[in-house]
């Protein structure tokens, strides 16, 4: 199984800069299988970057994910108040496909 | 635009089982993976398992080795998840979602949750 681990592991911030969540693997991700979610609370998570770097459909261009192997990153450049949530990276490159733990974010 | 329609909100006793399902609203299932994630209060998204609906193989988390099993109706493109020997601890919100087979395109639709209250 591949564990992720993400850090931090709750941030707050005030709108306007910028911020890199981190997501840490055990073992390499397949193919670069590594996506993000942003999750709200009442509301299904919504895919946000998928295959480690692509943006997807309707997502902001704030928003962007870099990454190989074990070290991958999510980087809002321009923070909002409904950026507010919690931020989950996932691999699914090899099954079981796992979640990282979390990241919670407040924009004040 | 395909979505995802799950069925409604379920209280049950601990001890009995559960099944929740997914159909497809809009366009077909085919080509796809029906993925089931759980959300608990005070936890974090943990993936169930999934199914392939093409030709119904499905796999599993190793937390849902045993009380879990996925399947599918290909030609309904609905989805089904039936959680066994359910507990308090399987109180959570029981979401669907899709994943193109051999894309990397991840889980781009989900469906709305379905509440799932265990107690006695």
């Known amino acids: 199984e591949n564990l992720l681990t993400q850090s931090p592991g709750t941030l707050s911030l005030s709108p306007g800069g910028p911020v890199t969540l981190s997501c840490r693997a055990s073992q390499s991700v397949q193919s670069s299988y590594l996506a993000w979610y942003q999750l709200k609370p009442g509301r299904a998570p919504r895919l946000l970057i998928s295959g480690a770097s692509i943006r997807a459909a309707d997502i902001p261009d704030r928003f962007s994910g870099s990454g190989s192997g074990t070290d991958f990153t999510l980087t809002i450049s321009r923070l909002e108040p409904e950026d507010s949530a919690v931020y989950y990276c996932q691999q699914y490159g090899s099954s079981p496909y796992t979640f990282g733990q979390g990241t919670k974010l407040q924009i004040k | 635009q395909v979505q995802l329609v799950q069925s409604g909100a379920e209280v049950k006793k601990p001890g009995s089982s559960v099944k929740v399902s997914c159909k497809a609203s809009?366009?077909?299932?085919?080509?796809?993976?029906i993925n089931w994630v759980r959300k608990a209060p005070g936890q974090g998204l943990e993936w169930l398992g999934r199914?392939?609906?093409?030709?119904?193989?499905?796999g599993y988390g190793p937390k849902s080795q045993g009380r879990v099993t996925i399947t599918a109706d290909k030609s309904a493109s609905t989805a089904y998840m039936e959680l066994s020997s359910l507990r308090s601890e399987d109180t959570a919100v029981y979401y669907c979602a899709r994943d193109p087979v051999g894309s990397p395109i991840g889980f781009d639709v989900w469906g709305q949750g379905t509440v799932v209250t265990v107690s006695s």
């Open positions: 199914v392939r609906i093409d030709d119904g193989v499905a």
């Open positions: 809009g366009g077909t299932l085919n080509n796809y993976g």
